[in-house]
């Protein structure tokens, strides 16, 4: 045998060996090496385990606990290609604890062997049209990985293992923004740890910047793909207003089409789809927090249970239940208002005058999946609000971006300078002459957060392509009129003493009344005595509760703010006896409505607030739920007088009616009440308002308040030079 067969025979014996013993041939690409993962016996030990508090048993993740600041976690076993939901919530340390904090759509991705990435997909921009679109699309807006994590381990047959408070410490700025700076990742406590069926709930309470604690709650969920859930999107239109999920279809090339939009509403199905009115297959649940004072209760169950009749008129009897979480007797206690499978209603008492009604949705068809209202005391706890601050905004209500950006270049006629302390107006003049003209002159829509909601006036609406409620003032718009109740009570009051003071004198003149009529007089006047609620008529406060409440509830359905609403009748048709105690004076309780507190003594007076919903409420949610396919039948109505509509963005246009805070189809006669209301509360200010023992500073908050009813008066009233009215109708409505 030649040598260079002898060479060629031991090059195929080497290679047939390496073939054999699992070694890579020359020229084929390396086999990954096996991981060498610890044994899990190893890793989890002196953990427990936590048992899933579901009937079946089965848990989202596998969870383990040690001590009270280590967690460890298996992801599912379907990690790579399941959907997930987490939710975030500041649970405590803040004003607003309990607010929604925000959400994110993401799935796992696997890098090498020992890391993995929390993923969020690209769902704002895509394409429905050619194969070849879809292929840019693809390469062109790709994902965004947020954070990255190691893998501890792997279970056998299951699915990886992480350091689960790491994870969640180190991404607690990008999932809570501003709330977590400055976050002490080297100290924390697990406050929360459950485990569900498809769902995880984690609290950690952790100290942030300058040392306040706080408690962050994630919910993490597996959520059912868009096409797999039943649900069903529906198209929005323009003419009735529904918050809204978008994306740009960039496969599309029709003028008007490139853009689809979908409303947010819940998935409600008949149980019995053969009923003309059927029960819900599964019905809306709010939970009455246990923080809601028990003498506000029932108003607030009342106002959420409203909508039922709109839902009724569609086909579904009971579409939303109430029950009341109670600490007392234990009810509902194991439920977390932070969990994304229960919508709550929660009271705040943090002396801030406000109300919002957040929702989640899938960023894929708009389905909304929970939903928590937030209210606080401080619209009742309203005398300590400082109209100092107050009034400038008041009095620049409704500015276009235009007029603002006018002020800015000449201060000295800008309100915020004029209504400013005098020791500071120069102050403010030169700050504004020194810097630059801000976006869209300062006005609220160029200042969003789209990470944290709450805090701006247009929170949730811009910069996202799913809307929620972020911001909603119609408990400002309660307050100051709870405050105007509270100051004629205190005046009623003065007078109701002055005048038996003078009858007192007077018996001593005249005959001695019988004791015993005056004993049955005293009876008969404490048997019909109004209950007081926070030192105000519970006949009064309540309804108010119910309309704000309903408000509320209204934005957790979908619905947007209608600030046409208050526009169907005329100031005086809305005091009339034709309206009051037998139809709501607006349209909508969708909008921001004050109080209807009547100036002139012996005036006709209709009712403070809303007391059922409008036509216009009634027609939105038929819009949103009803089962018909065809809607134009729906949309055939938009030009009825009843069913205007104007919303956020409307405000700063040319339309007089589409403002907050005003009242009736001529609102510039209710503009002219609240100046006689001011002028008569600001002539009892010193004898009545004040009184013996009170500090004079109770004298200068009252002379503010019923500054700021002037303004408010005034803003409307201004609204109608050279305004013009707005619709939202099409050609052919």
């Known amino acids: 045998m030649s040598l260079r067969k002898k060479s060629l025979m031991t090059l195929f014996c080497l290679t047939a060996a390496g073939a054999a013993s699992g070694q890579d041939s020359p020229g084929s690409p390396p086999k990954p090496p096996e ?13 427990s385990q936590l048992s899933s508090k579901s009937e079946s048993g089965q848990a989202f993740y596998t969870v383990w606990k040690k001590g009270s600041d280590e967690l460890l976690a298996e992801l599912p076993k379907d990690f ?47 394409s429905t049209g050619d194969k070849e679109s879809k292929s840019s699309i693809k390469r062109l807006f790709t994902d965004k990985v947020l954070l990255e994590v190691p893998i501890v381990t792997w279970v056998p047959k299951g ?64 959520i059912p793909e868009a096409e797999k859930a039943g649900y069903k999107p529906r198209a929005a239109d323009p003419r009735i207003g529904y918050f809204t999920t978008h994306y740009s279809d960039f496969g599309l090339f029709e003028d008007g089409k490139d853009v689809t939009r979908f409303i947010n509403r819940w998935h409600l199905e008949k149980a019995d789809p053969k009923l003309k009115v059927s029960p819900p297959k599964n019905p809306i649940k709010f939970y009455v927090e246990h923080t809601t004072p028990i003498r ?108 603002l950006a006018w002020l800015h270049k000449n201060p000295q006629w800008d309100p915020r300078v004029r209504l400013a302390p005098p020791s ?108 007081m609620v926070d030192g105000i008529p519970e006949s ?36 009339s006896d034709a309206v009051k105690g037998k139809k709501p004076f607006a349209g909508s309780v969708m909008d921001y409505i004050p109080i209807n507190i009547v100036a002139i003594k012996d005036a006709a007076r209709g009712d403070y607030g809303m007391i059922d919903l409008g036509p216009y409420d009634m027609w939105a949610i038929e819009y949103g739920y009803t089962f018909e396919t065809d809607l134009k039948p729906v ?17 700063w246009g040319p339309d007089p009616l589409a403002r907050r805070y005003d009242f009736g189809k001529d609102p510039l006669a209710y503009a002219n ?24 500073s109770k004298a200068r908050r009252g002379y503010e308040l019923t500054l700021r009813t002037q303004f408010s008066a005034l803003s409307m009233m201004a609204n109608w030079i050279g305004g013009t009215y707005v619709y939202r109708d099409f050609k052919g409505d």
């Open 540 to 575: 009064f406060i309540g309804p108010l509760l119910v309309d704000l409440v309903a408000h509320e509830v209204g934005h957790t359905l979908g619905l947007r703010h209608n600030f046409k609403g208050s526009s169907i009748y005329t100031y005086e048709e809305i005091n």
């Open 635 to 651: 949309l055939s109505r938009v030009a009825e007088p009843e069913l205007q509509y104007a919303t956020d963005e409307d405000t």
């Open 159 to 222: 699915g990886p293992v992480i350091d689960l408070d790491a994870f969640l410490m180190s991404g607690a700025p990008s999932f809570f923004g501003s709330s977590a700076a400055g976050i002490n990742r080297g100290m924390f406590e697990v406050k929360t740890a459950k485990v569900f069926q498809d769902n995880i709930e984690i609290g950690i309470e952790a100290p942030t910047g300058g040392g306040q604690l706080r408690e962050f709650h994630y919910s993490i969920s597996r």
């Open 673 to 696: 009440n609240q100046i006689d209301l001011a002028r008569e509360h600001r002539a009892s200010l010193i004898e009545k308002f004040v009184k013996n023992g009170d500090s004079w």
């Open 296 to 403: 506000y209760r029932r108003w607030v169950k009342d106002g959420v249970e409203l909508w039922n009749k709109a839902f009724e008129n569609v086909g579904i009897v009971g579409a939303i239940e109430v029950y009341f979480q109670d600490a007392e007797s234990g009810a509902h206690m194991e439920k977390d208002p932070e969990d994304v499978n229960y919508n709550f209603v929660r009271w705040l008492s943090n002396g801030v005058g406000t109300a919002i009604g957040p929702s989640r949705v899938h960023p894929e068809t708009g389905q909304i999946l929970d939903a928590d209202i937030i209210l606080t005391d401080g619209w009742i706890r309203h005398w300590w609000q400082q109209y100092n601050e107050v009034m400038p905004e008041v009095a620049i209500e409704g500015f276009a971006p235009q007029t």
């Open 80 to 126: 790579r290609t399941a959907k997930q939901f987490v939710a975030m919530t500041v649970a405590s340390g803040e004003a607003y604890a309990g607010l929604q904090a925000g959400e994110k759509y993401v799935y796992w991705k696997q890098y090498g062997t020992k890391k993995l990435a929390l993923v969020e997909p690209n769902l704002e921009i895509r």
């Open 424 to 531: 500071r107006r120069q102050e403010i003049i030169e700050k504004n002459q020194s810097t630059p003209i801000p976006a869209l002159g300062g006005h609220g829509v160029a200042s969003v957060d789209t990470q944290v909601i709450g805090d701006q006036e247009y929170d949730g609406l811009m910069g996202r392509f799913s809307q929620v409620n972020g911001l909603c003032q119609a408990a400002n718009c309660k307050s100051h009129g709870i405050a105007m109740m509270h100051m004629a009570l205190g005046i009623a009051a003065a007078n109701a003493s002055a005048e038996s003071a003078e009858g007192a004198e007077g018996d001593k003149d005249g005959e001695k009344k019988d004791e015993e009529k005056k004993d049955e007089e005293k009876k008969e006047k404490e048997k019909n005595k109004e209950q």
């Open 35 to 47: 991981p060498d993962y610890p044994p899990l016996a190893k890793v989890i030990e002196g953990f």
